[in-house]
Nanobody
Framework: QVRVVESGGGLVQAGGSLRLTCTAF????????MGWYRQAPRKERELVAT???????AYADSVKGRFTISIDNAKNTAYLEMNRLNPEDTAVYYC?????????WGQGTQVTVSS
């Protein structure tokens, strides 16, 4: 059984920074990719950034140049460095882990950016 745990959310002022961490616990045979998604109130969940175990990345246009995703394969952990945050980034951020026979979501971590 794989469990995904996110941390690092919180309240920050516009222009500030936060670092989110996502770790997959349990039996991971082969990690394929990890990704961050977010869901704001009354909106659908959207992709923020993804990274493969080989280091290939993809970003939503709205976060390019401000957010950076990275991965530590040995620790089954992904990070999301978020800079120059603005109120539109306010959302619950969810981590997704894709591995052999595994496609798992975490419970989410709240990020609130005040103006």
């Amino acid at each position: 059984q794989v469990r995904v745990v996110e941390s690092g959310g919180g309240l920050v002022q516009a222009g500030g920074s936060l670092r989110l961490t996502c770790t997959a616990f349990g039996m991971i045979f082969r990690l394929d990719a990890m990704g961050w998604y977010r869901q704001a109130p009354r909106k659908e969940r959207e992709l923020v950034a993804t990274i493969t175990s080989g280091g290939s990345t993809a970003y939503a246009d709205s976060v390019k140049g401000r957010f950076t995703i990275s991965i530590d394969n040995a620790k089954n952990t992904a990070y999301l460095e978020m800079n120059r945050l603005n109120p539109e980034d306010t959302a619950v951020y969810y981590c997704n882990v894709v591995a052999t026979r595994t496609d798992k979501w975490g419970q989410g971590t709240q990020v609130t950016v005040s103006s």
